[in-house]
C-alpha cells in the first residue's frame, strides 16, 4: 500500500514538472548550428525558428573554453555582441582569444518565452580556420620593387618569397607583420626580372596556400628621363629670374607721368568728404585755453 502511495506521488511530481518544463520550453531550439571561420574571423550561424511570434524573435550566445571549464567549474559566458540580437549569425572573434577547444551554445526568446538551449557539435579550436591567399600588388619605381599586401589577419604574417628569374635556387624569404602591408626591396639589378609569391602564415605555423607568381623587370630610366628633371628645374629657375629682372626694371625706369598712370589716387566716396573735412578741422583749431580762478579763504573767529 505504501509502496503503491509512492509511485503515485512520484508520477504526479514527474507530470507537474514536465507540464512546467513544456511550459518553460515552449519554442524550438534553434537548428542547424554551425561555425564559419575563415582567416581568424570566426562567424556561428544557425537557422532561423519557423514557429510564428507575435513579435520579433530575439537570439543570445554563450561560451564556454577550457578555463571556464577547468577553472570556473564549467560556467557559461555570454558572448557580449550576442545577447538578444535579431540576427541568425553572431561574430565571435573577439571572444574565441585562446587556442583552446570551446563549447558554443545558443537559445531564441520570443516575448517571455525561451528555447532550450543549442550546442555546437563539434567543439570549435580558431586553428581550424581556414587561411586564404594573400592579395598581392607588385609595382616597379626605377630600381625598387615594391610588394603591397592585403586581406591578412591581424595575427598572421606574410611570407614573401622573390628571386630572379633566371636563378630560382637564391630565392629570399621576406617576413611582412600583418601592420606592415608593404614590403620594399631597393637596388635590384636594372634590366633583370624578379617574381614574387606570397602566403599567409599564423602563429601556430599553419600557411595557405602560396599566391601565383608575380615578376616584373627592373628597367633602366631612359634617355629621356635622364636630361627632363634637371632640364625642368633649369628652366624654372630662368623663368623666374627673368620675371623678377622684369619687374625691377620696370620700377627702375619707369618715368613719373607713366608711374602716375599705372598708380592712380583712388577718389574717396561722396560720403566720407565731409568726414575727412571735419577730421582736418578738428585737428587744426587752436585748443581751448583752461580758465582758472583763484579762491580766498578767510578763517572764522572763534568766540
Not at 573554453?65 to 570556473?72: A, D, K, N, P
Amino acid at each position: 500500500m505504501r509502496l503503491r502511495q509512492t509511485w503515485t506521488w512520484t508520477l504526479m511530481v514527474m507530470l507537474v514538472l514536465l507540464d512546467f518544463i513544456t511550459d518553460v520550453w515552449m519554442l524550438p531550439a534553434p537548428s542547424a548550428v554551425a561555425m564559419e571561420s575563415v582567416d581568424m574571423t570566426h562567424t556561428l550561424t544557425w537557422r532561423p525558428l519557423q514557429t510564428p511570434c507575435n513579435t520579433t524573435v530575439l537570439y543570445s550566445v554563450q561560451f564556454q573554453g577550457e578555463f571556464e571549464l577547468m577553472v570556473l567549474n564549467g560556467s557559461w559566458v555570454d558572448a557580449l555582441d550576442c545577447q538578444k540580437i535579431p540576427h541568425k549569425h553572431c561574430d565571435l572573434t573577439f571572444d574565441l582569444g585562446s587556442d583552446s577547444d570551446y563549447n558554443i551554445r545558443v537559445r531564441a526568446q520570443c516575448g517571455s518565452e525561451l528555447s532550450s538551449w543549442s550546442e555546437l557539435s563539434p567543439t570549435f579550436n580558431r586553428r581550424h580556420t581556414v587561411l586564404t591567399e594573400p592579395k598581392v600588388t607588385v609595382t616597379v619605381v626605377g630600381d625598387v620593387l615594391q610588394v603591397s599586401l592585403d586581406k591578412l589577419p591581424l595575427t598572421a604574417v606574410a611570407h614573401v618569397t622573390v628571386w630572379r628569374k633566371d636563378n630560382e635556387q637564391q630565392a629570399a624569404v621576406y617576413t611582412v607583420p600583418a601592420e606592415q602591408m608593404v614590403l620594399q626591396l631597393p637596388d635590384l639589378q636594372e634590366g633583370a626580372e624578379y617574381c614574387v609569391t606570397a602566403q599567409t602564415v599564423l602563429h601556430t605555423q599553419q600557411r595557405s596556400s602560396s599566391t601565383e607568381a608575380h615578376c616584373v623587370s627592373i628597367t633602366a630610366p631612359g634617355p629621356d628621363v635622364v636630361w627632363k628633371t634637371p632640364t625642368t628645374v633649369t628652366a624654372t629657375v630662368l623663368l623666374m629670374a627673368g620675371l623678377l629682372f622684369a619687374v625691377f626694371w620696370s620700377i627702375v625706369h619707369c618715368r613719373p607721368d607713366q608711374c602716375q598712370t599705372y598708380f592712380q589716387k583712388e577718389q574717396l566716396p561722396h560720403s566720407l568728404e565731409h568726414v575727412q573735412e571735419h577730421v582736418q578741422d578738428v585737428l587744426m583749431s587752436p585748443l581751448e585755453t583752461e580758465h582758472c580762478e583763484q579762491i580766498h579763504i578767510v578763517p572764522s573767529d572763534k568766540d
